[in-house]
């Protein structure tokens, strides 16, 4: 998806900013009703006007195949309300056109298509070739059923106009509709893809139903629909059907927009700030689909980093807080009784439970954590599609089993990663350029790429992990030696001793208290558990790949590869969130 043309409605200063637009894909029957036509265009014009209205940090795109029928209409209407459309063919132009049924139909994709943001065509499906599909068959109906696929994995929701009626038809509306829902086209999907990830809650199944008759003979729509009845249709346990969207889809297109709206606030930062994937140089040399990757990347990556700065700032100020609290009681308590101490002490604990509640008010921890699992699962989806890194399963992308099996809202951010992945999954790869660019610059070595990475980051963690360990054992041994030092030393010289050594080891057992705090809060232990984890497997993949000359053995590593650090990235956001100042971490300090 090319982010310089699909947001050219929402300009930062002449120049396209990052926020992710909102896709409808298309989904209906060719031959329509003459007489429902214009309840129909209503209908999805109030439809689409919605989405503007409710979503404009992010905009809205249209993307179909601009197929005779409900295509050509929804992508009308859409150019109507300025809204891009993103045309991906089921086939190469030339073949696609035998399917039109009259000149008119020929003419309006024509003019449809070219004004077009963007046109893809979808590669021939595994075991067809041009000359198979050519004719009208079972192998022609497998570019349809791809194309189906392809709109579900990239789309936000799914526009069905359809009559409801379950059919058999490989590739047609009711088979779509389906997969959109159960993951599931027989025909096309091989038995293995249902798998446990369908039982989990999924934010992918999303459809708004249009009910449509069909121009042929028991065109009705199925009972009990009738044409012009429309709703929201999900896998919704109590509602699957609503007048009004769904909670759980309501929630991760908030997300979503909330990323859009920081990614729109700090555009000229992130433009001139933003550390890249790709040089000028890559741009020129790799598949063009990639800078879209890259540039949804520049946009986390940064926000992460920024949300990261005031997240350990609230962190070190609400811990510095309650270092100064417990010493104000000390004082109050061993050294000088008087009130002061004790106002100190409200005032250090009134300031930092505010500085507790900004921090959650602003969401810093939680945006910090999601957009850095963003990032990283980015990371991974461009290095892949650079490699030509499949993931094995033709109706599967790099986004759709990400975070699956954690908090539903986290849906959000395969969201973003569905559109930044469109261009690059919408044809095959397999250069080796892009494959020797991968190696060297995912896994790099001692000193780049993810390798030089991860080394660097665990020496980091070791040595400050390895300071408060430090802390600690003098603390116990400075405690140790004044237990033996009151043994030793007479009664006279032990009253003299006893209340500034005692407040002497009050005030460093508070320090080494609050430091293992703060290390608990941000995870020193279990950081140094995983930088050494996925320096060990960046290495192990490194040795193979080096030694192997076979380059479908190297991209099979490096799926191998890519599963194991989305699967530590998902583990990583998981702790982290138990470690938000969220779970009353200043409260407990302060006692």
């Given amino acids: 998806m090319d982010f310089t043309q699909t947001q050219s409605h929402t300009m930062v200063g002449g120049q396209p900013h990052f926020a992710v637009p909102l896709i409808v894909a298309v989904t ?54 300025g809204i891009p459309l993103i045309v991906p063919l ?20 024509e003019m449809l298509s070219s004004r077009a943001a963007e046109i893809y065509e979808l590669p021939v499906t595994p075991g067809n070739s041009l000359e198979t599909i050519r004719q009208h068959g079972g192998n022609r109906d497998l570019q349809y059923a791809q194309l189906g696929v392809f709109l579900c994995a990239h789309c936000h929701i799914l526009l069905a106009l359809w009559d409801g009626k379950d059919n058999d038809k490989l590739g047609g509306t009711a088979q779509v509709v389906r997969f959109h829902h159960d993951d599931v086209m027989p025909g ?43 709703c929201w249709f999900s896998l919704d346990e109590d509602s699957p059907r609503s007048s009004v969207l769904p909670e759980r889809h309501r929630r991760v ?28 140089d890559d741009h020129a040399l790799l598949r063009p689909g990639l800078r879209d990757i890259d540039h949804v990347f520049r946009a986390a990556d940064w926000l992460a980093v920024y949300f990261q700065k005031r997240m350990l700032f609230a ?106 992945g469109t261009e690059c999954d919408a044809s095959d790869y397999d250069e080796s350029t892009g494959l020797r660019f991968t190696m060297r610059e995912w896994l790099g070595d001692d000193s780049s790429g993810q390798l030089g990475y991860f080394r660097r980051k665990l020496k980091e963690r070791l040595h400050r992990f390895r300071r408060t360990e430090r802390m ?65 497997i960046f290495g192990n993949a490194r040795r193979r790949i080096d030694a192997t000359h076979n380059d479908d053995e190297k991209r099979r590593i490096l799926h191998v590869l890519g599963e194991a650090a989305l699967g530590e990235h998902a583990q990583w956001i998981t702790m982290h969130r138990e470690r938000s100042l969220e779970q009353g971490e200043i409260f407990r300090m302060s006692g």
């Fill in 28 to 81: 209906g029957h060719r031959d329509l009703v003459d007489g429902e036509l214009a309840g129909i265009r209503a209908t999805v014009r109030r439809f689409l006007k919605d989405l503007l209205q409710e979503y404009p940090d992010r905009g809205v795109s249209v993307m179909t195949a601009l197929a005779e029928g409900a295509d050509q209409l929804v992508a009308e209407e859409a150019l109507h309300l």
């Fill in 90 to 109: 089921p086939m190469q132009r030339k073949l696609y056109l035998d399917d039109f049924g009259s000149t008119n139909s020929r003419e309006r994709f």
């Fill in 188 to 230: 096309y999907t091989p038995d293995s893809t249902a798998s446990g990830f369908i039982l989990a809650d999924d934010e992918s199944d999303l459809v708004y139903h249009i009910v449509c008759s069909r121009d042929r003979r028991d065109g009705q729509p199925a009972t009990p629909y009738e044409a012009g009845n429309h």
């Fill in 253 to 280: 297109f908030q997300y979503t927009s909330e990323f859009s709206r920081d990614a729109v606030k700090y555009t000229d930062k992130i433009r001139d700030g933003a550390y890249p994937l790709l040089s000028g």
């Fill in 315 to 420: 962190l070190q100020a609400t811990h510095l807080l309650a270092l100064l609290m417990g010493m104000m009681y000390i004082a109050y308590s061993d050294i000088f009784p008087t009130r002061y101490f004790l106002y100190a002490f409200l005032a250090f604990f009134l300031l930092a439970a505010s500085i507790h509640a900004f921090s959650n008010w602003r969401s810093w921890h939680r945006k910090y954590l999601d957009y850095r699992t963003l990032a990283e699962g980015l990371r991974v989806q461009l290095y892949w599609a650079a490699a030509g890194v499949s993931t094995g399963n033709k109706s599967k992308f790099a986004h759709d089993n990400f975070l699956q099996t954690q908090d539903p809202d986290l849906g959000w951010i395969r969201n973003v990663m569905r559109v930044a």
């Fill in 472 to 536: 600690t054992q003098i603390a116990f041994w400075a405690g140790f030696a004044v237990i033996f030092l009151f043994i030793l030393v007479s009664a006279e010289w032990g009253d003299v001793l006893r209340d500034p050594v005692v407040v002497l080891m009050g005030i460093m057992l508070l320090l080494v208290g609050v430091r293992q705090s703060y290390a608990f809060s941000i995870a020193d232990a279990e950081l140094i558990k995983q930088y050494t984890f996925m320096q060990r």
